[in-house]
């Protein structure tokens, strides 16, 4: 079931005033960019709550997994599609060159029975 694995080089470094971490190497998509910003369950906008480096980097690798599932899932439903619409054109070409061959020797038949008469 394994696709193949990509490598990325993800690099973390903090600000001047290390309130953030800078993540390098990697895209977000806005849902997870949302998600990083959410405030604490509270839901004080003054009360701001801060993110150890560690627990960034969890979060992170976290949607990455999420994110690299998603698009191995989608894969593995595509190739099973992919596979079941080829063999539905190999039964179908099937039957088509069987009713063709049907046909010629119905018309082969007749030619001969009307050579007879």
């Given at each position: 079931m394994g696709g193949t694995s990509s490598?990325?080089?993800?690099?973390f470094e903090a600000d001047e005033n290390e309130n953030i971490?800078?993540?390098?190497g990697i895209r977000l998509s806005e849902?997870?960019?949302?998600?990083?910003?959410?405030?604490?369950?509270s839901g004080s906008k003054s009360q701001r709550h801060s993110v150890s480096?560690?627990?960034?980097?969890r979060r992170v690798a976290e949607e990455l997994a999420l994110e690299q599932a998603r698009k191995e899932s989608e894969n593995q439903k595509r190739l099973k599609q992919g596979k079941e619409l080829?063999?539905?054109r190999a039964f179908a070409n099937?039957?088509?060159?069987?009713?063709?061959?049907?046909?010629r020797i119905s018309s082969e038949?007749?030619?001969?029975?009307a050579k007879h008469l």
């Amino acid at each position: 079931m394994g696709g193949t694995s990509s490598t990325r080089r993800v690099t973390f470094e903090a600000d001047e005033n290390e309130n953030i971490t800078v993540v390098k190497g990697i895209r977000l998509s806005e849902n997870v960019i949302d998600r990083m910003k959410e405030t604490s369950p509270s839901g004080s906008k003054s009360q701001r709550h801060s993110v150890s480096d560690e627990e960034l980097k969890r979060r992170v690798a976290e949607e990455l997994a999420l994110e690299q599932a998603r698009k191995e899932s989608e894969n593995q439903k595509r190739l099973k599609q992919g596979k079941e619409l080829e063999r539905e054109r190999a039964f179908a070409n099937e039957q088509l060159t069987r009713a063709i061959l049907r046909e010629r020797i119905s018309s082969e038949e007749e030619r001969a029975k009307a050579k007879h008469l």
